[in-house]
Structure formats: C-alpha cells, structure tokens
C-alpha cells in the first residue's frame, strides 16, 4: 500500500500517537511549534513533512501539585506555569519569565522547550538543579528519568526512538537562597545566551546543599565543588570562597566552549554569587 507523505497527526490518545509514529518513523512531535518554525520570516512556513500535533493529547496538559511533587504535562504552556504563581519553585518560575517575550509564552510549551533537539534550552537549569524527573513514554512502556541523565552535558537527548516527553515532576523542596540569571546572546533577539541558577539550602547557618547549574549548548555543573562548600558553616572562610571559585575554574578548562568570554561571564557570575551568599 501506498503511504502518502506530508501528513499532520492529530491524535486523541497515545496509542493513537504511536501508532501514526510507527507508520511514519520521521513524523516530528509538535507542540507550540514556535521552536520548529523559528526565524522563517516568509509568508508561508516550512514544516516537517510529518507532524504529529500533540494539542489533543488532554493528558499532557494536565497540572497536578501533591504535597510533595509538581507534576506538569509536556503541552503545559510557559505562561501557565508562570501563573500558577507560589506554587512553581521560585528559580523555576523566574527562568520561564524570562523566556522569549509573553506572546512567544502563550504558545511555547514546556515539553518544547526540554526537548530541543541541538541545544539546551532555558528550562533545563532550573529542572536539572531542582532534581526534576522525566516521564517517557514509547508505544511498549513508560519509564522516568532525571532531567539531569536526560539532558546530560551536551550531545542528544537521551530519547529512545519514537519516545515522547509527556509530562515532568519536580519536588517541592525549601530552597533559602535562589538566583536566576540569563546571558545575553551575542546574537541580539535570535537565541538565548544561556541561563544559570544558584540553589542553596541552610540548616543552622550550616551550608546543606549548594547548586549551580549553567544551560546552553551544554550543560554545565560541576559537583566536586558543590561537595566542597556542603556542610561548610556561613559565613564562609575567605579561602573556601577562593578554592571554590578555583574548583569551578579547573572545570571550565577542562571543557570545550565556544568564546572565553562566556566562560568569563559564567566565572564572575559565580563569584558575585557567592561572595553574596558568603
Ligand atoms: C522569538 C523567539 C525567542 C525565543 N527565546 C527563547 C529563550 O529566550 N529561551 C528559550 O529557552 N527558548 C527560546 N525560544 C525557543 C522556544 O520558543 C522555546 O524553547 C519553547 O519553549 C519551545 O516550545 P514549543 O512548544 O514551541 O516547541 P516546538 O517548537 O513545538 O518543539 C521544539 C522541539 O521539541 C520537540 N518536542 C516538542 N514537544 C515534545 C514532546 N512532548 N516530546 C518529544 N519531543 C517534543 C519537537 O519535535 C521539536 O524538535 C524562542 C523562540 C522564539 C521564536
């Protein structure tokens, strides 16, 4: 039988989904598209030649809060997690603020956004640092994975084929210090320069848990000095900030960025940070 191409899928359910994907492996997961139809300035718009829109799938626009967990849907909108206010970890919140312009949010769905394909888009700091989990789901199963496995340090996703993102849980945890902060690109208006986060939690004026987490083309985190300031007491000895500040330099130049000058933004941003907290 003849399939024909060009085709957009408008499943209501799963196994709708994965059926449809099956019989077009190529097909591209759509869901606001402003990512997939970016900077086309025409009048008519290049698309994938297969589309699966993921608008009716009414389980992935589901928003569930526990005690414990957040749990958003992959076709969640920006915006609307922004609006849930208090509810959303304050670094979480900031970040999607800052994406794009509140038009560009009313569309952009979170899924989106964690599943771009050659970069790491803004959300991935915030997730990997609050220890965010993954649920995806193929035509045989479901598994979950941690934001950080699934974004890894660069390179693709850790996707299997034909696997979709279909919703994500972050645990509602006290963070007493947070800092969000975005780079500006290079490239006025064109792509995002990249955000970092800065969480910090203090038992007894003791330093319990400290993390910095940098999204852009890569992921950047390194855990050897957060284990370093872990369990130090505030405020922080002069030579614990410089050794710190040292740890994260030996990283950076272990690891391949394009341009110093990120490397150098990303460093001073770290060093007011701490110098703040200490
Ligand atoms: C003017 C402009 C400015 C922007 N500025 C920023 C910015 O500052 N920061 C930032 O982070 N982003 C920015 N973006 C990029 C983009 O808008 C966001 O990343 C947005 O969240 C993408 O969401 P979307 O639903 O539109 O994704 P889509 O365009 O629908 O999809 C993006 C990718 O994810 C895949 N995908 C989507 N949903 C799923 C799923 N559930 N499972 C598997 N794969 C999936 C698609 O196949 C595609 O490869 C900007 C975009 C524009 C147009």
Known sequence: MDVPHSQVF??????????????YPNAVPFGGGTEIIR?????????????LSLDKLD???????????????????????????????????????????????????IGGNICHTSRRMDASAP?????ARYELRTAQGVRWISASRFSALSGPLAFNPQELFTRLRIPLEQWNYSIYKKFESPYIGLESGGVAVFLVRV??????????????????????????LAGKRLPLDRKDVVHYLELWKTYLSAIALKGELLKAKLLNFIETTIIELS
């Open 203 to 228: 038992q007894k004026n003791i330093l319990t848990d400290i993390r910095m987490v940098f999204s852009e083309k890569i992921i950047l985190r390194d855990k050897n000095s957060e284990a370093f």
């Open 10 to 23: 408008f499943p209501n359910t799963l196994p709708e989904l994965f059926s449809a994907w099956s019989r």
């Open 59 to 109: 389980e992935l626009h589901h928003i569930t809060r526990t005690e414990r967990y957040l749990e958003i849907g992959a076709m969640v909108k920006i915006n609307e997690i922004i609006n849930l206010g208090k509810t959303v970890p304050e670094v979480l919140r900031q970040t999607l603020k800052g994406i794009a312009s509140p038009q560009v949010q009313n569309i952009a769905t």
């Open 39 to 51: 900077g086309q300035g025409k009048t008519t718009v290049t698309l994938p030649p297969n589309i």
């Open 127 to 131: 997730m990997i640092a609050l220890d």
